[in-house]
């Protein structure tokens, strides 16, 4: 199975050779990966929950979006610090 990042670099690159049918046909995949993804995480959702979500209050849901951004930014920078410090240590 191809890596988000792997057809990412491979739409990159066939952009880069000017073949963009293939570059759209690699996030189409990408894109197809994500939905797939989102979709299997409602479901957990609603057998965990119920369908309780869509009657909560919109401002509840603004503030889950808020924490979830949130830990997205704290995971994106715990990321970012590991790969810093590989790339330092491979420029040694």
């Not at 191809?2 to 963009?20: F, K, P």
């Not at 299997?40 to 951004?69: C, K, N, T, V």
Request: charged share 35%.
């Amino acid at each position: 199975m191809t890596t988000t990042a792997e057809s990412r670099h491979a739409a990159r690159d066939a952009e880069t050779r000017g073949d963009y049918r293939a570059a759209d046909s690699i996030r189409s995949s990408s894109f197809d990966t994500f939905v797939a993804m989102v979709a299997e995480r409602l479901e957990q959702g609603r057998r965990a929950y119920g369908d309780a979500s869509f009657d909560r209050d919109p401002a509840e849901l603004a503030g889950e979006i808020e924490e979830e951004l949130a830990d997205v930014c704290g995971w994106a920078f715990v990321l970012w610090c590991r790969l810093r410090n590989l790339r330092e240590r491979l420029e040694k």
